[in-house]
């Protein structure tokens, strides 16, 4: 049908002549209320906002020299963290002298990593940034 057939008829019934697919040959088009397309457009923007899941970077500290207890018990709450979809950054800070006893940091945070393990992976392995060490873990993908 001709462009000016189409806007006679959508007129004739106090509507619109809206362009679905512009790109399409020969182009597309619909007779329908402009105004509650829109609203309806908008209202599926806005329902596949509020499904979407945001992913926030929670942050856990270790120290060098830290129980076995102490831990299971950041491990525990990282668990949770994990479990909710966050990632996580694990920070050791050294202080003073503690910087001669990087190896001992490394082992803290992989005792750390294998705590976790079971609802995380490592994401970044851990690393010197200045007199801190990093490490980032992200929950596993349920296949």
Known sequence: ?????????????NLDLVNVSPNAEPPVCKILDFGKYRYE??????MAKKNQ??????????????????????ASTACKFLKEGDKIKVSLRFRGRERDYTQKGFDVMNRFAEAVSEYGVIDKKPKFEGRSLTMFLSPKKDK
Not at 1 to 13: N, Q, S, V, Y
Not at 41 to 46: A, I, T, V, W, Y
Not at 53 to 58: E, I, L, P, Y
Not at 62 to 67: A, D, G, K, R, Y
């Open 1 to 13: 049908m001709g462009i000016k057939e189409a806007l006679e008829l959508a007129e004739e019934k």
């Open 41 to 46: 457009l908008q209202k599926k923007e806005k």
């Open 53 to 74: 899941k945001t992913m926030q970077v929670k942050e856990v500290r270790l120290s060098t020299f830290i129980e076995e207890h102490d831990i299971n018990v950041k």
